[in-house]
């Protein structure tokens, strides 16, 4: 059986620490809150363990639901919206990080509607969130069916892996996004792009059949090139870009195939790079309780919607 290890929580020293699995004796980050019988976590924040103690053995209170309501609707390709909502503004100002996403379900379907949607654009004056849409599914096509009102739950922050690394200054990026996932790679590139880094952002239409990221473009130092539907996968296309020049950050918005592939291109023809994945686990709680989203890394099973593992340690 896969071994336990403290692997960093996406809320380690957040108002959301320490959570219902502090409670249940299954902190990601905490050994004493877990499996261990001393401290061996790595968090060098404020002590978990003390949080947990100090809050009566009990987690502070869940994340928020709220009320939004559907600001524009838009079709960008093939099965594919990107759907616009207001939100509270503080609820929008949170949203600006790399990586993060909210569960949403229409406001007249039960919780097993939610679906967790990954934010590609905040508008500037936070009053609108802007999530592109693939409709593949019942509770995708309840989402699209609604016209109205939707129920929101979040902040919450692991949609990327590497989110470390791409909190690091960074001079030049290379982005290779693809399908939906254009969507989130259009929130890290302008993230990115704001913080003075020069983005080359490489996409392809995937199951969407559309190039729709340029649309929601607005950062000037942001540069798109277009790949082309080959039957490689545009490998050596990209390729060709790794070895153009030194990249600090590389960044993968894709299915886990392409990340492989990226991975390794990238310890061949950009070994100095530090990696970034979109994170394709299942999440169904967001918690880290149903366990949808437990997955194997190296010797550990860590659970993605809160643990934050090195890139250096994940496979695909």
């Known amino acids: 059986m896969p071994k336990w290890s403290s ?10 620490c320490p959570c219902y699995l502090a409670e249940v004796g299954r902190c990601v980050n905490c050994s004493l809150l877990s499996e261990g019988s001393k401290c061996e ?8 363990y003390a949080e947990f103690n100090f809050n009566s053995k009990a987690s502070r209170l869940p994340r928020s639901e709220f009320q939004a309501s559907v600001a524009a ?33 229409p ?53 990327l892996l590497g989110l470390s690394n791409i909190k690091m200054p960074a001079d030049e990026v290379l982005i290779v996004a693809k399908g939906v996932s254009q969507g989130r790679a259009v929130h890290t590139a302008c993230y990115l792009a704001r913080r003075g880094a020069n983005v080359t952002m490489a996409t392809g239409p995937g199951p969407v059949r559309a190039i729709f990221a340029p649309d929601f473009l607005d950062e000037p130092n942001v ?25 600090d950050l590389i960044m993968s918005a894709g299915p886990d195939i392409q990340h492989r592939m990226i991975s390794t291109l990238a310890s061949e023809f950009a070994p100095e790079a530090r990696l970034a994945y979109t994170n394709n686990a299942l999440m169904c709680c967001g918690e880290g309780i149903c366990g949808a989203c437990e997955t194997a890394i190296g010797e550990s099973q860590v ?7 090195d890139t250096e340690m994940i496979t695909f």
């Open 107 to 159: 406001a007249s379907r039960p919780h097993f509607f939610d679906v967790p949607l990954s934010v590609m654009q905040v508008s500037e004056d936070n009053s609108q969130v802007h999530f592109a849409v693939q409709i593949v599914g019942a509770k995708t096509h309840a989402l699209d069916q609604e016209r109205e009102a939707f129920v929101a739950r979040g902040p919450f922050f692991t949609g």
């Open 73 to 105: 609707k838009t079709t960008v390709g093939r099965s594919t919206i990107v759907l616009s909502l207001a939100v509270p503004r503080f609820m929008a100002k949170q949203l600006r990080s790399p990586g993060s996403f909210l569960f949403l379900k």
């Open 7 to 16: 692997t960093l929580c996406a809320d380690a020293g957040t108002e959301y």
């Open 41 to 48: 976590c790595e968090w060098t924040g404020i002590c978990i």
């Open 223 to 247: 540069m798109v090139t277009e790949l082309p539907m080959k039957p490689d996968h545009s490998r050596q296309d990209i390729a060709d870009l790794m070895s153009s020049q030194k990249w």
């Open 303 to 309: 659970r993605v919607c809160k643990g934050m593992p």
